[in-house]
């Protein structure tokens, strides 16, 4: 399993970014798929999943109705939308695969990329 993701950087409040992870090495499109993020000093938290076939969605209720999650299973990509960012999303951003029940509630335990630093601040 290869997840490597990008799309980081430094925003400023009320902005937007968009996050993308490049998956490899398992089938991609029958894997329901995650992002979580580690805030600074923080454990990880669960923010969205999406079916394998991008038919449901689910979100956080720190990010649900300010990011979107979608994923193209031709490039083995998935994207994170993240508007009307706020400086309490500072984190550091991995995507994961897994059921999103299961990574809902043990994000900590998922497999991860290398993730990308997403800082907001003024």
């Known amino acids: 399993v290869q997840l490597v993701e990008s799309g980081g950087g430094l925003e400023q409040p009320g902005e937007s970014l968009r996050l993308s992870c490049a998956a490899s090495g398992f089938t991609f499109e029958s894997t329901d798929m995650n992002w979580v993020r580690q805030a600074p000093g923080k454990g990880f938290e669960w923010v969205s999943c999406i079916s394998s076939d991008g038919s449901d969605t689910d979100y956080g209720n720190t990010v649900k109705g300010r990011f979107t999650i979608s994923r193209d299973n031709a490039k083995y990509t998935l994207y994170l939308q993240m508007n009307s960012l706020k400086p309490e999303d500072t984190a550091v951003y991995y995507c994961?695969?897994?059921?999103?029940?299961?990574?809902?509630?043990?994000?900590?335990?998922?497999?991860r990329g290398q993730g990308t630093q997403v800082t907001v601040s003024s």
């Open positions: 994961a695969p897994g059921g999103c029940r299961l990574s809902k509630m043990f994000p900590d335990r998922l497999i």
